[in-house]
């Protein structure tokens, strides 16, 4: 075989090495998100942790209170994802009389938790 389509093979085989590489990278970034979105979902429906069903309405959450606005619509209605998580962190920053736990000031859930919170409510 002469060099020149040698030398076009093996650029060919790396061609094809790095993408299969990236394909593979590319399906577990996929597993990742739908992780997280998973959690931030266990999170806000589990009675323990957020607990955030005993006052709002959120997607097929059963039974939900009702002295909080239903949560839907979430990135059209909190555009800026600071002010979202901002509300979770406390919310009586917004609204002194919030009787919204204040989770991220109070310990009650972790950043990492509230991240994830963020993501499942942007996904409603
Ligand atoms: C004890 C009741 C209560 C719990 C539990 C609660 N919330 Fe709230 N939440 C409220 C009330 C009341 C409001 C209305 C605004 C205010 O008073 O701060 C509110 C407002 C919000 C808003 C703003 C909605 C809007 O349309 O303006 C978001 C987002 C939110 N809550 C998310 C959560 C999440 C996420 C959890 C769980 C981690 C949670 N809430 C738990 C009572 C609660």
């Not at 996929?30 to 998973?38: A, N, R, T």
Request: charged letters at 25%; a negative charge; proline letters at 5%.
């Amino acid at each position: 075989m002469n060099s020149v389509a040698w030398q076009v093979r093996k650029k060919l085989i790396i061609l094809l090495t790095s993408l299969i590489c990236l394909a593979v990278l590319d399906s577990h970034a996929d597993e990742v998100d739908d992780g997280s979105l998973e959690q931030g979902k266990q999170l806000v429906m589990a009675r323990g942790k957020g607990n955030c069903l005993a006052c709002h309405a959120i997607d097929d959450g059963k039974l939900p209170g009702n002295l909080g606005p239903p949560l839907l619509s979430m990135r059209l209605r909190f555009p800026d994802e600071e002010a979202l998580r901002a509300q979770i962190w406390d919310a009586t920053e917004r609204n002194s009389n919030s009787r919204m736990p204040p989770f991220g000031k109070h310990g009650i859930l972790n950043e990492e938790e509230i991240d994830m919170i963020v993501e499942y409510l942007y996904s409603l």
